[in-house]
């Protein structure tokens, strides 16, 4: 007999053809926001230079002028980089700490009500309250309560950035198809079988969505707790309010991007660890 | 030709032992009234490939999924006289975080047999189908047909010797859809195992049975059965000899008298 095969040789995907395409693909990408930036520099100059010469220097310096007050060692002022870095690094940590808690609490608690019907009734509607509650309105309370220690920053972080891991996980743990449950059912799997085989893994690039999501919240958490809790160790938010009250506008502008960085690259860091972790196999639906 | 068998074959006088599928007077009625199924008799014996043929929505699936136990007959018993049952959905139903051969690994894993024991099975199952050489390869990476392909070497590892198939082709290309039909007749012809299949395809109904059985409208009934009687192995060209599309004539008319 013949066997009439749609397929006889092993097809491989061929790494260099991505590499190959990666080049005009960058410039696809990245061309369009770099001249949207180029743009935003060049009106950022013509306003900075319109209200130099109303004598209005304080309010929007040039992005030279930021760059060269704040950032680089000068002999006459005193760079504010190593301030910069170590309130960076605190605020760093203290968004990481914060996040990390938000994963293992919104992982946990998305699986726990993954399990029972019930069980997602009683919980659901207080990971909600935690979405719709001014965390902003909790921080004197948490300040009042735990003091203004470096817990009560890490606090704040996780209560903002809780809820997209809470219902993200929940999502993909639920988003099972109903014929590949129904495969593990005829084997007779365990409850945990299914979660370990099957919900989880499938659960995992929504993870990875709502961790990105997370992160960005876990740094605003880090910079607004600042604001409110000003003892201890200065962190980004405090540096940022100092310089505001002091009219620094260079330093403060500084701050303020230098905080942007940080939030941008949790963001970037969280999606590559995303797509290191599930890409290989995940395709979006587009 | 894989010379790997992964059930001993049956002589052909097994045809007539004990049926491994016995659906007495069976009755579906879902707890909001809807009447899926009424009155089924139906029996299934190793080395007869049954399909069942029906307009949509007329309980076919419903018949399946009662026979692998997923569902409850509400009237009317349902007996399997075997545990080995390979259940084919209508999607390829693959994990898509898993290559051909761990998916393929699957079901025995689930039923904790040693690594090397399912590791030795699935290569062996994708062999059968043809798929090797994929085995490194991710659901993502393959076609509708190669990844039913991936799914029916998955059923074969269990050594089944009931197999339910839920439209298991409705979703591929005519061309595939046939090319998957010879090769699934080429392995029931190696194997005899006993095959309960659900098409709404005629021709591919006439094509794979033994026996073709014709369901009504909802509440689903049996209105006719039809004996095949086209030898195996089959040729693919049966398929434009005339028998064959007088057998197909009378199955469709069969078909439309029971809609009416």
Not at chain 1, 250 to 273: D, N, S
Request: hydrophobic residues 45%; contains cysteine; charged residues 15%.
């Amino acid at each position: 007999m013949t066997r009439t095969l749609e397929a006889t040789t092993p097809k491989t995907v061929n790494p260099s053809r991505t590499v190959a395409t990666s080049t005009s693909a960058r410039l696809r990408n990245w061309g369009p926001p770099l001249v949207v930036f180029a743009a935003i520099i060049v009106v950022w100059y013509a306003a900075a230079l319109y209200l130099e010469s109303l004598g209005r220097t304080t309010v929007l310096p040039t992005p030279h002028r930021i760059v060269i007050d704040s950032f680089l060692p000068t002999d006459g002022g005193r760079p504010i980089t190593t301030d910069l870095l170590r309130a960076l690094w605190l605020s760093t940590e203290v968004a990481l700490i914060g996040l990390a808690i938000s994963i293992v609490i919104g992982i946990g608690w998305a699986v726990l009500m993954s399990q029972a019907r019930w069980i997602e009734r009683s919980l659901f509607p207080y990971a909600v309250f935690l979405q719709c509650v001014p965390i902003l309105a909790l921080v004197p309370l948490i300040g009042t309560t735990l003091g203004y220690s470096f817990e009560s920053r890490i606090l704040v972080c996780v209560l903002i950035s809780l809820f997209p891991m809470v219902s993200n996980t929940l999502f993909g743990l639920q988003a099972v198809e109903r014929s590949q449950r129904e495969l593990f059912k005829l084997q007779g799997a365990s409850r945990f079988t299914v979660l370990t085989k099957l919900q989880f893994p499938n659960a995992m690039p929504a993870i990875f969505a709502g961790m990105r999501i997370s992160a960005g919240l876990a740094v605003v958490g880090a910079i607004v707790g600042d604001f409110f809790f000003r003892r201890g160790q200065p962190g980004l938010g405090i540096l940022i309010n100092n310089y505001a009250s002091r009219v620094q506008t260079p330093e403060l502008f500084a701050a303020i991007i230098t905080a942007a960085i940080l939030g941008v690259a949790i963001f970037l860091i969280f999606g590559l660890i995303g797509r290191l972790a599930v890409g290989r196999w995940y395709e979006p639906a587009s | 030709m894989s010379t790997l068998t992964l059930t001993p074959t049956a002589v052909s006088t097994d045809v007539a032992s004990d049926p491994l599928l016995d659906f007495r007077n069976v009755a579906m009625q879902f707890p909001n009234g809807t009447v899926a199924l009424s009155g089924v008799d139906l029996t299934v014996k190793r080395g007869e490939f049954v399909t069942v043929v029906g307009p949509s929505g007329c309980g076919k699936s419903t018949l399946l999924r009662i026979a692998s136990g997923l569902e409850n007959a509400s009237e009317g018993t349902a007996t399997l006289a075997t545990k080995r049952i390979g259940y084919v959905f209508q999607d390829a139903t693959l994990l898509p975080w898993r290559t051909v051969q761990s998916n393929v690994e699957l079901l025995a894993e689930l039923n904790g047999q040693p690594k090397k024991a399912r590791a030795a099975k699935a290569r062996a199952a994708i062999d059968l189908v043809g798929l090797s050489g994929f085995e490194q390869n991710l659901p993502k990476e393959l076609s509708g047909g190669m990844k039913m392909r991936t799914s029916l070497a998955r059923s074969f590892t269990l050594d089944p010797e009931l197999f339910l198939f839920d439209e298991p082709f409705g979703a591929l290309d005519e061309i595939t859809r046939e090319r998957l039909g010879d090769e699934l007749l080429r392995i029931f012809v190696e194997q005899q195992f006993a095959a309960l299949f659900i098409t709404h395809s005629v021709a591919e109904a006439v094509y794979l049975s033994t026996r073709v059985v014709v369901m009504s409208g909802r509440p689903g009934r049996i209105v006719d059965t039809f004996e095949v009687p086209f030898e195996h192995p089959r040729d693919p060209d049966l398929r434009f000899t005339p028998e064959f599309a007088k057998l197909c004539g009378q199955v469709s008319h069969a078909l439309r008298e029971g809609h009416s």
